[in-house]
T-cell receptor, first 115, second 113 residues
Framework: DAGVTQSPTHLIKTRGQQVTLRCSPI?????VSWYQQVLGQGPQFIFQYYEKEERGRGNFPDRFSARQFPNYSSELNVNALLLGDSALYLC??????????????FGPGTRLTVL | AQSVTQPDIHITVSEGASLELRCNYSYGATPYLFWYVQSPGQGLQLLLKYFSGDTLVQGIKGFEAEFKRSQSSFNLRKPSVHWSDAAEYFCAVLSGGYNKLIFGAGTRLAVHP
């Protein structure tokens, strides 16, 4: 079975632009979470969606938004890009909405570079 | 506030030597703790997790971790390191339910032949 897939693999944007990152969860998984991993740091939680509803939001500005589609895939949008948004964006999927009851699996990430 | 500290940024060990990676957490209630490994160009892979019960947890790839509440620690160990273990290791705590993980800054492990 395919794991979590993310597209694109790499992306280069300039300051002020907007970007959309995509994530396809493992088949049957209903929860998708997004993390930002800046170079040299651990991942930081951005959003979690379960059954198309937002279940959690991290400490990120409103420039960051996300949604989940009926097929459980998800998009992360970032508007008005800043240099500091350069990072690896990780998507993770799980069947249930809580790690207390099931494991989540991470995708390989999208490397975003903002120039 | 909840947090995870990994005091060692880089660790180098010889192949076959034992390994211990340190993790300290700050969390008010009983924590749900995790160790993940990240190889270059790949996502995070779960090594093991602790929710409750036996404080010594066995994971994949020969790793184990011990939860010590009195020291707020969850250190990862392996008795004999292989060259393929070279990667970055992250300790994390589950925050407030659902899937929100708080990660430490990571420890990069290098293995000498």
């Amino acid at each position: 079975d395919a794991g979590v897939t993310q597209s694109p693999t790499h992306l280069i944007k300039t300051r002020g632009q907007q970007v959309t990152l995509r994530c396809s969860p493992i088949s049957g998984h209903k929860s998708v979470s997004w993390y930002q991993q800046v170079l040299g740091q651990g991942p930081q939680f951005i959003f979690q969606y379960y059954e198309k509803e937002e279940r959690g939001r991290g400490n990120f500005p409103d420039r960051f938004s996300a949604r989940q589609f009926p097929n459980y895939s998800s998009e992360l949008n970032v508007n008005a890009l800043l240099l500091g948004d350069s990072a690896l964006y990780l998507c993770a999927s799980s069947f249930l909405d809580s790690l207390a009851y099931n494991e989540q699996f991470f995708g390989p990430g999208t490397r975003l570079t903002v120039l | 506030a909840q947090s995870v500290t990994q005091p060692d940024i880089h660790i180098t060990v010889s192949e076959g030597a034992s390994l211990e990676l340190r993790c300290n957490y700050s969390y008010g209630a009983t924590p749900y703790l995790f160790w993940y490994v990240q190889s270059p160009g790949q996502g995070l892979q779960l090594l093991l997790k602790y929710f409750s019960g036996d404080t010594l947890v066995q994971g994949i790839k020969g790793f184990e971790a011990e939860f010590k509440r009195s020291q707020s620690s969850f250190n990862l160990r392996k008795p004999s390191v292989h060259w393929s273990d070279a990667a970055e290791y992250f300790c994390a705590v589950l925050s407030g339910g659902y899937n929100k993980l708080i990660f430490g800054a990571g420890t990069r492990l290098a293995v000498h032949p």
